[in-house]
């Protein structure tokens, strides 16, 4: 899933346990209702909470303290404290749940798809460099995008002050 280009976007009602909570980790974004529950179980059936990842990736979601709570306990994650974490991007009424995040995730495919995946690409592998770094690997991303066919629309619907169609290349 961290691997795909296009953006990810999970919508979550109920209880997301386990595996299913690692789902959602891994999703670039996350809908979720106030009366789900997301739980990283792992620990009560004796094993490590690091597991398919979560230990690089979920701290970097909800910060570390809150990520060691989770995975050192495997209690439960409210919906409404799992949007004050930032483990949820929205929290969404029960029946508009799948709805909001099928219409974030068609607003995405309707975007500049390959500077999404610059942008995906760029989100995972700056997790290991310093700032210096970043800057250049951003700087390089840009340029790169530059000489896409999107990227051409668009600067030219800016210049006419008008909204871009991003077609890809």
Request: hydrophobic share 50%.
């Amino acid at each position: 899933m961290r691997a795909c280009p296009q953006p990810i976007v999970a919508a979550i009602d109920g209880v997301c346990a386990g595996a299913g909570a690692i789902l959602a980790m891994a999703s670039d974004l996350r809908f979720g209702t106030a009366a789900s529950k997301v739980a990283f179980l792992f620990v009560r059936v004796g094993l490590a909470g690091a597991d398919m990842g979560a230990c690089n990736i979920l701290p970097r979601i909800v910060g570390s303290g809150r990520a060691a709570e989770l995975l050192y306990t495997g209690r439960s994650l409210a919906g409404d404290e799992a949007e004050r974490w930032g483990f949820y991007n929205r929290l969404c009424l029960p029946d508009r749940v799948l709805a909001e995040a099928q219409d974030m995730a068609q607003s995405l495919a309707a975007g500049p798809n390959f500077a999404h995946a610059m942008t995906k690409r760029c989100l995972h592998q700056e997790w290991s460099m310093g700032l210096d770094e970043a800057i250049e690997a951003e700087a390089q991303a840009q340029a790169i995008c530059m000489q896409t066919m999107d990227f051409a629309r668009a600067y030219r619907a800016f210049a006419a002050k008008e909204k871009p169609v991003f077609e890809g290349n």
